[in-house]
């Protein structure tokens, strides 16, 4: 009898792990996530998003310090097309020296600034780099490219030069953003371009921390004259005033597009929000599209329209057209262009 009970008991127990899909297979490996969370970035209008899932396009990011009306999403570009950043944040572009052995890292996208020349003034426009996805580096990756690196559009210059020194720090919302003195190695420097270009550092590093600042720049951890027009050393803002009235946000500089219909677009602060725009042939000089369209004035908005285009070499021309005919004043305010190909 006791017997029996004994068999009857070790048949319920194979019956019950049989019914909870008992069996001889080993652990399964957990298949790593592909998705990464990108930092909070960039300069001229919001949160930088995750890394693209997609291998052949990721979406650029807007400002997060901006005024609402500027956020503008930017199209989705080809990686490739876009510089990328080694994760020392010197400015030197990734290359494997042999096979790889692990996962390539996370990158995000973060805008940099640049300073053009417009009506006689200098301006700062915005061009993006890749960098590694990063807290703990992004900022540092974002300086080391405006310092190291040079624009994509042959229209815009940077009077910084790579320093030997470079040491970014964050305390909270602050920035704080040490050099040494070979950054300012540059001589043909004036007042405006200085001030300028002092911008473009604040611009470009609180766009990478996804911060509103202050940045304090300081070299070798003391104040300092930077190219003896502006003094260093003292927390710094965003300067409104320092961004060009007209940005261009695509197509961007160099892209290769396919024949077809596209939507140009940018934002702009121009006098009636007027925006006109013109689509030059490079080849031949023929104006192969005409139009405008309407951003805003006294504050940045968002403007896009579309054209067709067939193959070929571009440039795009975008301006606010002064009506006054008074003279020495340009009929095209802030012109900006950039040049593209359609395939």
């Known amino acids: 009898m006791k017997r029996l009970m004994i068999l009857g008991i070790t048949a319920m127990c ?6 909870c899909g008992g069996s001889d297979e080993g652990p ?25 899932p997609s291998p052949t396009s990721v979406e650029l990011p807007r400002d997060p310090n901006a005024d609402p009306a500027t956020q503008t999403s930017a199209p989705a570009v080809p990686p490739a097309a876009l510089p990328s950043l080694s994760a ?9 020296t042999g096979a790889a052995t692990s996962a390539p890292a996370a990158m995000m996208t973060v805008p940099v600034y640049w300073v053009g020349t417009s009506n006689a003034n200098p301006w700062l426009y915005r061009e993006f780099r890749r960098v590694p996805a990063n807290n703990d580096i992004v900022v540092d990756a974002a300086v080391s490219a405006m310092m190291a690196s040079t624009p994509t559009d042959p229209d815009y210059r940077t009077a910084w030069r790579k320093p030997s020194h ?3 720090t964050r305390r909270g919302s602050a920035i704080g953003v040490d050099l040494s003195p070979d950054a300012f190695a540059s001589t043909t420097v004036g007042t405006a371009l200085a001030n300028a270009s002092i911008q473009q550092l604040v611009w470009t590093a609180t766009a990478a921390a996804g911060s509103p600042g202050p940045v304090t ?3 070798n951890g003391q104040g300092y004259d930077a190219w003896g027009a502006v003094r260093l050393g003292v927390p710094m803002m965003r300067t409104t005033g320092a961004r060009a009235p007209i940005w261009i946000d695509y197509p961007t500089q160099g892209q290769s597009l396919p024949a077809g219909k596209l939507t140009i677009s940018g934002s702009a602060n121009v006098f009636e929000g007027h925006v006109s725009l013109e689509v030059v042939s490079s ?8 139009t405008y369209t309407t951003a805003a004035m006294g504050t940045y908005a968002d403007f896009s329209t579309p054209v067709t285009l067939p ?6 021309h975008a301006w606010s057209p002064d009506a006054s005919g008074r003279p020495g004043v340009p009929a ?10 359609v395939r």
């Open 283 to 290: 080849t031949t000089g023929t104006v192969m599209a005409s």
């Open 88 to 96: 020392s944040g010197t400015g030197a572009p990734n290359t494997p």
């Open 166 to 168: 470079l040491v970014v």
């Open 217 to 219: 720049i300081t070299v």
């Open 28 to 52: 399964v490996t957990p298949t790593a996530s592909t998705s990464t969370s990108a930092p909070v970035g960039p300069g001229s209008s919001d949160p930088v998003p995750p890394v693209a």
């Open 311 to 316: 193959a070929g070499r571009y440039v795009l």
């Open 14 to 19: 194979l019956a019950s792990l049989t019914a």
């Open 332 to 341: 095209r305010q802030f012109e900006v262009t950039t040049s593209f190909v």
